[in-house]
């Protein structure tokens, strides 16, 4: 089946340390975004990538990064300097680069708790 | 720049009773408009969304919008609301010159 594969579901970090999520899509879109998702905020983008070996910064991207070396790919690195980092991660993909018309399509997120 | 409201946060609604979510958006431009679902812990998906055309857009689970220019508004609507309804809705908005914003989401809560 088609789709977007985010791992770990559930990922429990003490303060200071970096964490990577996973983000696997094998519907073959071009474009894929990391989303941020807290409670009454709705979802505000991290960053975004159109191509391969590409990505620019969204909104909040101040203490995360993001690599795009292959396609299907497209990890999140939460790093120590992300100072409130405790919130519901969303992975998501687009068939057109400009994302403007096309649907988004989600992973099932990933829920990061800092202890 | 573009912005998405939702007015509600929370909808309290009894089952098999009808139900609006409200939205209303703000650009300069023309928009294309959309709806998603979210059930707990779960990703997004895509109830529907308006690019161009009809105003009335009909979506997947009985659910439709309309969009009105002059209101600025793309409301949400079901005539008859089932359990399996309970879920978070986002209101979105996108244009040419712009990446997809999502409004802060409104609850929907199934009464018995």
């Known amino acids: 089946d088609g789709g977007i594969t985010q791992s770990p579901k559930y990922l429990f970090r003490k303060e200071g340390q970096n964490v990577t999520l996973s983000c696997e899509q094998n519907?073959?879109?071009?474009?894929m975004y990391w989303y941020r998702q807290d409670p009454g905020q709705g979802l505000r983008l991290i960053y975004y990538?159109?191509?391969?070996?590409?990505?620019q910064k969204g909104d909040i991207a101040e203490g995360y990064s993001v690599s795009r070396e292959k396609k299907e790919s497209f990890p999140l690195t939460v790093t120590s300097a992300q100072k409130n980092p405790t919130a519901f991660y969303l992975c998501?993909?687009?068939?057109?680069?400009?994302?403007?018309?096309?649907?988004?399509?989600f992973g099932e997120g990933s829920r990061l708790t800092v202890l | 720049a573009q912005s998405v409201t939702q007015l509600d946060s929370q909808v309290p609604v009894f089952e098999e009773a009808p139900v609006e979510l409200r939205c209303n958006y703000s650009?300069?431009?023309?928009?294309?408009l959309f709806w998603y679902v979210q059930y707990p812990n779960q990703g997004l998906q895509l109830l529907l969304k308006?690019?161009?055309?009809?105003?009335l857009v009909k979506g997947i689970n009985g659910f439709e919008a309309e969009f009105n220019k002059s209101q600025t508004s793309f409301h949400l609507r079901k005539p008859s609301v089932h359990i399996s309804d309970t879920a978070e809705y986002f209101c979105?908005?996108?244009?040419?010159?712009?990446?997809?914003?999502f409004g802060k989401g409104t609850r929907l809560h199934i009464l018995p």
């Open positions: 979105a908005v996108s244009n040419r010159d712009d990446k997809i914003i």
């Open positions: 650009s300069s431009v023309s928009v294309y």
């Open positions: 998501a993909t687009t068939l057109d680069t400009g994302g403007y018309t096309g649907e988004l399509f």
């Open positions: 519907l073959n879109h071009d474009a």
């Open positions: 990538s159109q191509i391969v070996n590409d990505f």
């Open positions: 308006y690019l161009s055309g009809s105003t």
